[in-house]
Structures are given as C-alpha cells and as structure tokens.
C-alpha cells in the first residue's frame, strides 16, 4: 500500500508539471533562534586606569657570594621554609684552606706580638737605670706597634677568610615561599650568581608606572581602586607616588598597597589600578563574557551584519562583574551575538540549507 501511495504521488507531481503549475517548494529545516544584543559604550570611567604587577613586600632574590660547586639544594618551587634554614650548599675546600692559612697566620701574628711586646718591657726597665739608650726604647716601642698591628691584620684576615667559608652554605634571611630555583647540583657558581628567589606571604602591593603628566594628580588624589583579574575590586590600602621620573620612560612609579584578601593575588600577575583623576571623554565598550569566544589565545565575538554572521577577532580588557572590556575590534552600535553556541548552530543550519539549494 505504501508503494501505491507514492507511485500516485509521483504521477500527481508529473501531471501537475505537465499543466504548467509549479511544483511545491522544498521545506528548510528550520533554524534556530539567534539572541542578539547591540554593542553600547558606557560612559567614561570614573578616573584612568593602568596596568601594574603585583609583587610581595618581603622578596629577596638569592645569590653566591662566594666561588663553588653545588652540591646540594635543599628546598624547591613553592616550599615553604623558616628564616635561618639551609637552603644550598656549596663546595668548602678552598675556603676551608684559606681560614687555616688565616688562622695560622694569626698564630705567628700574635707570637710575634707577645715577643716584641717583652722586649719593650725589658727595654723600659732597663731605661730607669740608664742601661740602655733612649733610641733603643723607641726602636723597642716601634717594634712592639709594628707587631700588634700586624696582629690585628692577621685577626682581620681570618675573619674574612671565615666568612668566605660561612658563604658556602645559603640559609633563609625570612619566613618565605620559593619563588624559583635557578641552580642544580654540581653546578659551578661565581660571585653574584643567583640561586634561589623567596618572598614572604602576606604583604602584598602592586607597582604602576603613569605618565609623568599624571604624577601629580595622583598624589592629590591620594587614594586608588584596584582591579584583580579574577574580577574581584578592592580599595588601595596606600598610595606613594615615587618622587622622580626615569629619564628613558619620562614615567613616574606608583606604590599601591593591597589589603588582606584570600585567595591573595599571585606575585608577578598583573592587576589593573584605577586613579579618580580626570579621563576626558573615551567610552568604554563592555560586552558579556558569556558572548566571548576562546579559540585557543585568540579571543572573538560573533558579529551579526543583516544575514550574515562573521566571527571577528577582539582585542580585550580588563573583566569585571560579568563583563569585559572591549579594546579593539567593535563599535558602539553593532550587533553581536549573545550564544556563540547558537551563532555555530545558525551558522551550520545556513549551509546546510545552501546545500541543499544547490542540490
């Protein structure tokens, strides 16, 4: 019966051909519906705002202060430790030898002290009597100088010597994380080489480089917002503007102090500071995050134009409340997808319907 029915049908279709009416059109599947919203500009901010790094109070980036080879390193990245704790330890030998040359030196030193010293003794005594010349006193008195002062020297260079052989083993100046390690055993390290970067948690502040035109408003202004990438905002604890400008930047350091938060801010991010100082008249453009698309380190928006929906590359800001900020890439009055899910699937059922028409 099926089979009927459709060789019936296909004669209807030819019959209807045949009399010159037009067969019926082929339904489309239909296409999902596309939420759009148009892109706005938001009034200017209230102040201007620049980038600044995060950075611990406490920080302290370890180097050799001494020659050696590494033999071992105690702690890694994000190890905790305590002020005072071995960190590395370099080779000794060759500081070991200097301070018992030094020590040895000082030995003979101080024999020598003590022998010139009787013998200005004896030669004073002898001076009562008009036993012995005044000449001969004072070439005792100069001798007896002569040998306490290389005495001292020889103490001096046994202190030196001792330190050097202290510098072999690198402990903690404070309570701190380890940022980084730069150093391996066996290593050969020199003077000023470094080992190991250590800050400690807690005081946390953020530094901001503004032009130099700003600096003053700034400082009148005494007080900043911060931006955190997460989207959190906090209000600056204190605010020091550098007193001079670098002459290769002509930009002036802001010292901005971050409150106690949990979960702090990661040492070296980045954070946004905004000054309450005039910002003339830029807008801003904000669109939801929710219609941003990810495409690896690219990031985009679907832009709807009449038909067409073109995916267009974004440059972008800071985020905020839901929002982020759009530096490059839209204009105020465009239209722009709010799914980017829904913007694939319009754009799939569109090509499958062209398809099928040119089938």
């Avoid at 024999?111 to 200005?120: F, G, L, M, R, S």
């Avoid at 380190?297 to 067409?308: D, N």
């Avoid at 465009?334 to 099928?356: H, K, N, S, W, Y």
Wanted: glycine fraction near 8%.
């Amino acid at each position: 019966m099926k089979r009927v029915r459709t060789t019936l049908a296909a004669a209807s279709l030819a019959l209807l051909a045949a009399c010159g009416e037009p067969a019926p059109p082929a339904t489309s599947p239909p296409q999902p519906p596309l939420e759009t919203l148009e892109v706005g500009a938001a009034g200017a901010p209230a102040g201007r705002d620049w980038d600044g790094v995060v950075e611990a109070v406490q920080q302290a980036d370890l180097a050799a202060q001494t020659a050696g080879r590494v033999t071992r390193v105690e702690v890694d990245v994000d190890d905790r430790v305590r002020a005072g704790q071995v960190l590395v330890r370099l080779t000794a030998v060759e500081q070991q030898a200097g301070a018992n040359s030094a020590r040895a030196q000082l030995r003979a030193a101080e024999a020598a002290a003590a022998e010139a010293e009787a013998n200005y003794r004896r030669y004073a005594s002898l001076a009562g009597d008009q036993y012995v010349s005044r000449a001969q006193v004072d070439q005792a008195r100069a001798a007896r100088d002569s040998a306490v002062a290389a005495r001292d020297a020889a103490r001096a260079q046994l202190a030196q010597a001792a330190q050097q052989a202290d510098y072999t083993v690198v402990r903690a100046p404070f309570d701190g994380i380890v940022g980084a390690r730069r150093v391996e055993p066996g290593e050969a390290v020199a003077p000023g080489q470094p080992l190991l970067s250590l800050h400690a948690p807690g005081a946390l502040r953020i530094e901001v480089q503004v032009p130099q035109s700003e600096a003053g408003a700034i400082r009148a202004a005494g007080r900043a917002r911060i931006a955190l990438a997460d989207g959190r905002t906090l209000q600056a604890e204190e605010l020091v503007v550098y007193p001079s400008a670098d002459p290769l930047t002509h930009s002036v350091g802001v010292r901005v102090g971050l409150p106690d938060v949990a979960p702090a801010p990661l040492p070296g991010s980045t954070a946004k500071v905004l000054f309450p100082i005039a910002a003339g008249d830029a807008a801003v453009i904000t669109i939801p995050t929710s219609a941003v698309v990810q495409r690896g380190e690219l990031s985009g928006a679907y832009v709807v134009e009449g038909e067409r929906v073109v995916l267009r590359q974004l440059r972008l800001g800071a985020r905020a409340g839901g929002r982020v900020e759009v530096l490059a890439g839209l204009r105020a009055g465009e239209t722009i997808a709010a799914d980017p899910v829904a913007a694939v699937q319009v754009l799939a059922a569109r090509r499958a319907t062209a398809g099928a028409a040119d089938e």
